[in-house]
């Protein structure tokens, strides 16, 4: 068997046949030759004049120990649709790539899984390789089908770098959570820009958008899908409320601070079942997590400072039965009973004279319909608070990314429900 039918069988590329082998001190260089005649334009317009020729070499998966090159002839043509001179499209490399097809789905699978330092060394190539390849390994993937058909999303913010660098994400609750969009920033210009590519028409179908509580993107809601129904979703709303408890406890412990002055501060937490005297502030301060904590998770301390608080007629019990009337709000069983509890709790918390709760009531009567929304259409942003993580992970995995564009590049790979083919399994 000759050593060029041998590759032939050994590599398959598509579109062409192997002429000729030659081992170079880069590697092993494959060359190949057409099996069309006429060169085709990227768009697909067949030529049949050639503008001219070049030689162009790609890198292809490995051949053992040794790098594998493929060469050819390349041809430019004058596409008649395009009006301008192109370079024809090949059968085994995308689009102005320096690598082969197998290659850079190889790279893309490898970094679905790990960070791209691991792709750099296990394929011997750069960052800035894995970086490029990435971009137009997306770049086919996600066109603009996946924003058809788009009825009920999710809106969230996440921090991608120090000094307040936020990305805007935004995910279909009918596809699982898969992310459709991301943007970089997230002020209501940012989410424009994603009903601007929606259009008018996508837009108009828009049935129920799950987002916080923030204004920005209420704003940019109203503007474009004002027919949507808003859904404010009850993560934020009950750590809104978890953040107003402990303002609560923040500002008890600085009354007993200065009530008690002659009090020795010490460090650390108070003995396991110790009682409030002699050092109050100090036991105020460590009934954080008594509060916080979901009652079925509370172990035996956290359950004798609750009814010591409760004995004591504490403030605090009262913050945290406010809390937990809140709470009991996304646990009904009859969904029609959600607005006339909601309605309840605001009259319980505006009379509460407690200033954090008193505050944060007039924030949930501002966003009641809201709130209401979620609870009628069970809508809640749970899976963009996992992709947040997800994406966190993904940010902390390369260490970080030099440029926001690099970053939404990996958040499609790896969130957007692209799935690579290897070449294994074609």
Known sequence: MRVTTAFNKLLGIPGANVVSVTFSPEGVV????YRRRRPICPCGWRGRAVYD???????????????????AEIRRLHCRRCDRVRTEAVDWARLGARHTRDFE????????????????????????????????????????????????????????????RYLTVVADHDRDGAVIWAGEGHDHKVLEEFYDLLGDEGCAQLQAVSLDMGGAYKKATDAKAAQARQCVDPFHVVKLANETIDKARRQAWNIERRTNPAVKRTRGRPPAGSSPPPNKPRWVKHTRWALLKDPDDLNDNQLEVLHQLRRERSVLYRCWQLKEGLRDLFQL????????????????????????FVTLSRTIRANRDRILAAIELGLSNSKLEGLNSKIRL??????GHHTAAALIAMIYLCCGGITVELPTGR
């Open 30 to 33: 494959v060359g190949l030759r």
């Open 53 to 71: 020729r070049s030689t162009r070499r790609w890198r292809h998966l490995d051949l053992g120990a040794v790098k594998l090159f493929l060469e």
């Open 105 to 164: 789905d190889v790279v893309a699978w490898l970094c679905q899984h790990t960070d791209k330092t691991t792709v750099t060394k296990l394929l011997r190539t750069s960052w800035e390789t894995v970086a490029g390849i990435v971009s137009r390994v997306v770049a086919e993937h996600v066109d603009g089908h996946r924003l058809e058909n788009i009825y009920r999303i999710g809106v969230d913010e996440v921090s991608y770098r120090k000094g307040h």
């Open 333 to 356: 069983r009859h969904v029609e009973d959600a607005a006339e509890h909601l309605d309840w709790w605001l009259t319980w918390a505006c009379r509460c004279r407690i200033p954090a």
């Open 394 to 399: 993904t940010n902390h995995r390369g260490y």
